[in-house]
């Protein structure tokens, strides 16, 4: 049967070439141009001999081979070929059947038997479409089955990569030795340990013990790599196993080609973390170990060197970091996963280091394969404020709610709004809405607070959301403790007191932590009304402090405090003197609020003067009256009239003396006490509460936000987005109210300015001329319509603060000790980065703070958020700056183009067909990229859904069905899942799907923006 195959084969052969040769010219024939029809030829060879093949076997596979030419007879590159076969004889790799052409218009894919019976002939078909022409060949072949009864084991080589066979390995191309054991019957034996074994100064075997346990099929496999750059030569690698008391035993050769002669280089693979096999492919569940072999000229291996890796954000992370430091081996390694559970495609990971003062780079390739959770949901989680999971609450221990909301593919939801819910008697929510909206990850958070000081007892928070119509909901338990609060000793600033003055009564309170308590205050005299005291104050710090002010009481008053809502009091007593001949008043202090020390400038003020005044039992002013003028607290470095220690004064014509506070470097609360020593005894009055507060804007604490990045403006004037800024100072207070926010933009229209109100403040960013058109994001695909935002301040350089005092030490601070100046990052002029790359360009516009300063920019805090300055601008000392952060608005089309691939520089518009991979393929899914005319995203939300989709291709489901807030150059990516209608046979059971056939039906999809613009492109549906 099998000859008889063969025979047709070759006589339709032979008669295609007949064909061929059937029309001759003569020499006297002229030879005019002729077009000839798109083509494409299919042929069967050797994988390693490279002779033609007419026949496969176990063992013995066949490379397909498919030459692709167009009209004109030139091959024809970058072609997508598609092949089919009798799956029940035969196997295909890759799987799916479809290869690219290479640059000689060849595309190539490997067959093998389907199983060790497989026997018969068949054929092999290769389709592709050539212009709008599609062109198909096949090729005839038979498949012989392995005889049953051969003892002993079979020996191959393979690439881990693609599983074509090979017959060498070099460095960075190791091979995958399979042995098949047969027991005297020619049966597969299981869980049988094979040795391997070859010659180790030019292989190493993976694992190093060179063992490995047949499967259930009989099948065990290790690999070999090169033992060096430099290795070279041939030898065999040998299995053997015991089976049935006998030792079986079977050998291959290979060679092994030296990569290294000398030069610089650096190789990469990838492997699984856990068995270190070699891996071309990751998803969220399977990382992969990238591991970097760094090599000098010598080819001799390069310790301690830093390695930085690069790959698709939008496809995979890297974990730890994106560099890593190489060992004594001259080895460097990280992890990557997927960047998210859809997150779907091929890209490469690069690794690159300084060698010998020179750069060199390798890759390698890999594929991301996405991961469907199925259904969507929400987590819900307890916190603490560093981020650990905790599952009680208490006065003073809040807790931070986070709520994560996936979609079915187990992406996060952005811009959702997360509706959470609890027990309002055991706990409160900030806000006190209980409502959140979810950020680009999927990710939004509230903060739950004890109800109250004796709230007590347990319950669950729950977070309800809406994901694509659907109600989706989490929870998660917790527990509430009551407080356990304690007051300390009671203390009075002044005692005894003078009649009519002032004084502060201070307690602490413990247990508590950080939570505010209103303290209850109370005395005799202030009961009648011969004194003030407060009924309540909250405590700050930990700390309770009213105002005593002398009313008439000339006696002794005892002053109670209690914890409101609790049974935990404690009191104390204060000598009121009886009114003498004088007495000193507290006037004003001026302002009463003071900024941190060196912070001042731009309205905001170190110092305040604080005024008393002495007078006699008549309120008439003393003259000449000597006043001892001191503070409670020089916490930070305070000063009084610029000393550390008490001033002397004397009274003026109005009785009155004044003194200046000038803050230190910490914030705190502080008063002034005036002690008149003129008289015996000597009486003392305090000033009200003087607070030394927040300062000017730190560049770690500049943050900048923007509503909606990729609007409808491209075409459109008047699209609106919001862009805020959060400021605060070095120690994460917000700044004073009022600080100005200055914003500057590359194209369109936004607001000059802003003032704060705590901490915060925003403008609106319009759509409007210019339109950004001659510069180019990082990755050289996009060149317009990308908008750069710059928002600056007057504010300060950050520090890194080694001594724990708020204060610089450094050039132009104080002096240092043994561990050095505190590193610092020098800021020179902001910038707008038109084109995104993080640096300053010629042509860039600039603001200069100080024209002066010529020094190179140097940052000392890794970890600070990247604020770029222009080049060479620095001063190279720590003090004021303009504090900036810069942000990204794609001035988006309305028109919507599509891709089966992410797009690039020299995209053009093509006709995208899809295969169902066989018409017994009921359900498949594809992906493409949708963007606009400058290969952007789409305006935001702009709706995808399916026109009027043919009955014969079912359900058809568009995943995600709206443009996501992105700035991704290249645009948004998509699914397209498709599933035929089926039927299931009651007898058999078997499933059966329409039948497209070979025709191809058209799928239309629309894109409606925001602004009402609609846009359709068709998709071609094939089986």
């Excluded at 002939?121 to 022409?133: E, P």
Aim: with cysteine.
């Amino acid at each position: 049967m099998r000859n008889r195959v063969l025979i047709k084969f070759v006589f339709l052969a032979i008669l295609a070439m007949l064909a061929l040769t059937g029309c001759v010219s003569g020499p006297g024939d002229s030879s005019p141009t002729k077009t000839v029809a798109a083509s494409i030829a299919i042929a069967l060879t050797d994988p390693v001999t490279g002779a033609s093949l007419t026949s496969i076997s176990s063992g013995k596979p066949a490379k397909v081979s498919a030459t692709v030419r167009d009209t004109a007879g030139a091959v024809v590159p970058n072609l997508v070929v598609s092949f089919t076969t009798d799956t029940g004889l035969a196997t295909m790799l890759p799987s799916t059947g479809t290869a690219l052409t290479d640059a000689t218009g060849v595309a190539t894919i490997q067959i093998s038997t389907a199983s060790l019976a497989a026997a018969g002939a068949t054929t092999i078909s290769a389709a592709a479409t050539v212009g709008t022409t599609a062109v198909s060949a096949s090729v005839g072949y038979s498949v012989i089955a392995t005889t049953a009864g051969v003892t002993g084991i079979s020996l191959a080589l393979t690439s881990p990569s693609s599983g074509l066979a090979v017959t060498s390995i070099s460095t960075g191309n190791p091979a995958k030795v399979t042995a098949t054991v047969r027991d005297a019957a020619g049966t597969l034996v299981p869980n049988t340990v094979v040795s391997f074994s070859t010659a180790a100064s030019l292989a190493t075997m993976i694992p190093a013990s060179g063992t490995a346990l047949t499967d259930a099929f009989g099948v065990a496999w290790i690999q070999i790599a090169s033992a060096n750059p430099q290795a070279s030569g041939a030898t065999t690698i040998s299995a053997t196993a015991a089976v049935g008391g006998n030792t079986l035993s079977s050998s291959v050769g290979f060679s092994v080609i030296p990569t290294s002669t000398g030069a610089t280089g650096v190789s990469v693979v990838l492997t699984n973390p856990s068995t270190g096999a070699a891996v071309t492919s990751i998803s969220l569940n399977s990382p992969a170990k990238v591991t970097a072999t760094v090599r000098d000229s010598l080819g001799a291996v390069v310790p301690n060197t830093v390695v930085t890796f690069a790959t698709s954000g939008s496809l995979a992370t890297m974990v730890p970091a994106a560099t890593a430091l190489t060992d004594g081996s001259g080895v460097a390694s990280i992890q990557i996963a997927a960047a998210s559970p859809a997150a779907a495609g091929a890209t490469t990971i690069s690794a690159t280091a300084t060698v010998d003062g020179a750069s060199v780079s390798g890759s390698v390739g890999f594929s991301v394969t996405p991961t469907n959770v199925g259904t969507p949901g929400v987590t819900v989680a307890l916190t603490d404020s560093s981020g650990k999971a905790i599952s009680s609450i208490s006065p003073g221990n809040p807790a931070r709610v986070v709520a994560t909301i996936r979609d079915a593919t187990g992406s996060g939801v952005p811009n959702a709004v997360v509706s959470f819910s609890t027990n309002s008697s055991l706990a409160t929510m900030t806000p006190a809405s209980g409502t959140a909206l979810t950020n680009a990850s999927g990710v939004a958070s509230i903060q739950i607070d004890a109800a109250g000081l004796t709230a007590a007892g347990a319950t669950t928070i729950s977070a309800t959301a809406n994901v694509s119509g659907s109600s989706v909901t989490g929870s998660t338990g917790y527990s509430v403790s009551a407080a356990n609060a304690v007051l300390g000793t009671m203390t009075v600033a002044t005692n005894p007191l003078s009649p009519y003055a002032t004084t502060s009564v201070s307690v602490p309170v413990s247990g508590v932590g950080s939570t505010p308590v209103t303290i209850n205050f109370s005395s005799i005299c202030a009961g009648t009304g011969k004194a003030t005291l407060p009924a309540s104050v909250q405590t700050v710090n930990g700390v309770a402090t009213a105002t005593y002010t002398d009313k008439g009481c000339a006696s002794t008053d005892t002053i109670t405090a209690s914890v409101a809502g609790l049974a935990v009091t404690t009191t104390t007593t204060i000598v009121v003197q009886t009114p003498g001949a004088t007495s000193i008043q507290f006037v004003s202090a001026t302002p009463s609020t003071i900024v941190l020390k060196g912070t001042g400038g731009a309205g905001l003020v170190e110092s305040a003067l604080v005024k008393f005044k002495v007078v006699d039992s008549n309120n008439a002013p003393i003259v000449g009256a000597d006043v001892s003028l001191d503070l409670t607290t020089r916490t930070g470095g305070i000063l009084l009239d610029g000393s550390s220690a008490a001033v002397a004064k004397k009274t003026d014509g109005n009785g009155e003396v004044s003194v200046s506070v000038q803050s230190g470097t910490a914030p705190t609360a502080v008063w002034v006490k005036a002690t008149v020593t003129s008289v015996s005894p000597t009486f003392s009055s305090q000033s009200s509460l003087l607070r030394i507060s927040t300062g000017r804007p730190a560049q770690d604490r500049f943050s900048i936000s923007v509503s909606t990045h990729n609007i409808e403006g491209w075409g459109t004037n008047g699209s609106t987005t919001t862009v805020n800024v959060i400021a605060s100072d070095r120690l994460g207070n917000p700044v004073p109210d009022g600080t100005a926010i200055n914003f500057v933009t590359e194209g369109a229209q936004i607001a000059p300015s802003c003032a704060t109100a705590n901490g915060t403040c925003g403008v609106t960013f319009t759509s409007a001329n210019p339109r950004p058109t001659g510069d180019s994001e990082p990755q050289s695909i996009v060149t317009a319509g990308r908008v750069t935002v710059l928002a600056y301040a007057l504010g300060e350089e950050s520090f890194s603060d080694l001594y724990g005092d708020n204060i610089f030490h450094g050039k132009n601070g104080l002096t240092t000790d043994t561990r050095g100046d505190d590193p610092f990052n020098d800021l020179g002029d902001v910038f707008i980065d038109n084109n995104e790359d993080g640096s300053w360009q010629s042509g860039e516009q600039f603001i200069a703070f100080n024209s002066a300063n010529a020094k190179a920019c140097v940052s000392g805090i890794a970890t600070s958020p990247a604020a770029p300055s222009k080049s060479d601008s620095c001063d190279g000392t720590w003090g004021a700056a303009h504090v900036r952060q810069s942000a990204l608005i794609v001035l988006s089309g309305s028109g919507a183009s599509v891709s089966s691939t992410k797009p690039t520089s020299s995209f053009a518009p093509s006709k995208i067909t899809y295969s169902m991979g066989g018409a017994a393929t009921c359900t498949q899914t594809f992906s493409f990229y949708a963007f606009d005319e400058n290969k952007n995203p789409l305006p935001a939300k702009t709706a995808l859904a399916t026109v009027a989709p043919p009955s014969a291709l079912g359900t058809v489901t568009i995943t995600p069905a709206s443009v996501q807030d992105s700035t991704a150059a290249g645009g948004t990516g998509h699914t397209i899942q498709i599933s035929k209608t089926a039927t299931i046979d009651g007898t058999t059971g078997l499933a059966t799907c329409t039948t497209l056939g070979t025709t191809e039906v058209p799928l239309t999809i629309s894109f409606t923006t925001p602004g009402g613009v609609t846009t359709q492109t068709i998709f071609y549906i094939t089986d």
